[in-house]
């Protein structure tokens, strides 16, 4: 019997996110991004649809690797113009009560010690319903706007993300003492400082003396998502890890995938399914087969190849203006997202070698993910099918259009997953750990990030 199915909703603060082009859909509100109002209706919804959260990407750089500039992106709005994701936590967390908050932010260009206090702020004001998306940056537009010539070297930048992370566990975990907060309003103290740390962190990369400033939120550290499937990816992921976002474009691959995760996990002393694994995907339905397929078609009228290209380039770190549209992707090297090339070198499911027109195609609509047109029905089965070939837990839902694909989703597929026994039919109390793990909300004791909490004996 397949196991439960899980969904995140995969969205940016931007116009179109992955799937460029469908911002001129009439149906479209993406361009409403800039309004509160956008994203408190989009979290009811999916909470509705008992999605385990939204994930919000982010980038602070254009895509200017497809012929050399950002004009192309600038041109289709491919990420860019592009908002803060953090700032929007507070509102969606304000009209619901269990949906979780996957916030990206990367390790390279803001000091561990003031992000450390952001994220705790949201922990403590959405009760505990947030996870960081650990990013490494992959754009080198947002290195020069930084400062510097170029990203450092894909496996330097995580090791950066070692110590970044180190950093923020003993502030979060080894800081303050659980009981720290006494307020005792007749002895006038309101925290007692014996139970209150400096963490003494001087390391290559950063240094930090002092206490973390806030007290500590329901889940200290916040749940660690982590997207990224490269040999050093894997590895990092396997310390750090507890959600875990892929990108892959045929079953096979997502089957390899998954496979050497969960290796890695077991091989870092934590247990195969410590992680959840969500692939990427787009669904898109309706009532019927017939009327599923000419949505897709309409939706196609409005992509555009060039966009996608854009992005294509900008996550494998290729400039794919340069080749034909029929050439193969072949053998290069990126300095970007190393899994996006590997998951297009090779051939296909009907054994054929990926073109740049092919992942031009496929990209369109959803960027690096598949996409499932069809019935309920048909959408189902082909969901069950992708978790039992694969052991995959669950999806990362990119849209065609937004909120109308999530709204399908939810009123379509939702529905028939549940008549099959195979989706939540609600959430479980608690915070976003929990809802997850079912192990409640502090960090696993076998987690890399848990030696450093108060107490520890490997702290």
């Not at 196991?3 to 603060?13: E, Y």
């Not at 916030?103 to 004001?125: Q, V």
């Not at 950066?160 to 307020?183: F, N």
Request: proline share 4%; with cysteine.
């Amino acid at each position: 019997m397949t196991k439960q199915i899980r969904f995140n909703a995969f969205d940016m603060n931007c116009v179109a996110h992955q799937s460029s082009g469908l911002w001129r859909h009439p149906d479209d509100q993406s361009w409403r991004y800039k309004e509160l109002s956008y994203w408190t209706e989009l979290a009811q919804l999916l909470e509705r649809g008992a999605f385990d959260g939204i994930f919000i990407a982010d980038v602070l750089g254009t895509y200017d690797v497809y012929g050399g500039s950002n004009e192309a992106a600038i041109r289709h709005g491919a990420q860019v113009p592009v908002n803060d994701p953090i700032l929007l936590v507070s509102a969606m967390a304000a009209v619901t009560e269990h949906l979780g908050f996957g916030i990206t932010a990367g390790t390279a260009y803001e000091h561990p010690y003031p992000f450390a206090r952001r994220m705790t702020t949201l922990d403590h004001l959405t009760k505990g319903r947030v996870g960081w998306n650990v990013v490494t940056g992959y754009l080198p537009s947002a290195a020069r706007n930084m400062g510097h010539d170029d990203q450092l070297e894909h496996d330097q930048r995580y090791d950066v993300a070692d110590e970044y992370l180190e950093v923020l566990y003993k502030l979060w975990e080894g800081s303050w003492e659980d009981d720290a907060v006494v307020r005792d309003r007749e002895a006038g103290v309101f925290t007692d400082p014996s139970k209150v740390h400096e963490i003494g962190h001087h390391g290559e990369h950063f240094t930090v003396p002092g206490i973390h400033i806030s007290e500590p939120s329901p889940q200290r550290t916040p749940v660690i998502y982590q997207a990224g499937a490269s040999p050093r990816g894997v590895a990092f992921a396997a310390g750090n890890a507890e959600a875990i976002f892929v990108a892959a474009p045929t079953k096979a691959v997502l089957k390899g995938t998954v496979s050497r995760i969960r290796d890695a996990l077991e091989a870092a002393g934590r247990a195969r399914d410590s992680a959840k694994i969500y692939t990427l995907l787009t669904i898109i339905t309706d009532e019927t087969s017939e009327k599923a397929h000419a949505k897709h078609a309409d939706y196609l009228s409005y992509a555009s190849e060039e966009g996608a290209l854009v992005f294509m380039s900008g996550w494998m770190g290729v400039d794919l203006s340069q080749y034909d549209l029929d050439d193969p992707i072949g053998d290069v090297r990126s300095n970007a997202i190393q899994s996006a090339v590997a998951n297009f070198q090779g051939a296909d499911e009907e054994g054929r070698e990926w073109t740049v027109r092919d992942i031009a195609r496929l990209g369109a609509i959803g960027g690096l993910g598949p996409f499932l047109v069809g019935s309920p029905t048909e959408v189902a089965d082909e969901l069950q099918a992708w978790v039992d070939e694969t052991d995959v837990d669950g999806f990362n839902l990119a849209y065609a259009i937004t909120p109308g694909t999530f709204e399908d989703v939810v009123e379509f597929v939702i529905p028939e997953l549940r008549r099959r026994g195979v989706y939540p039919e609600a959430y479980e109390e608690g915070t976003l750990r929990h809802k997850l793990h079912g192990r409640g909300d502090r960090l696993p004791e076998e987690h890399h990030g848990a030696r450093f909490t108060i107490g520890s004996r490997t702290r």
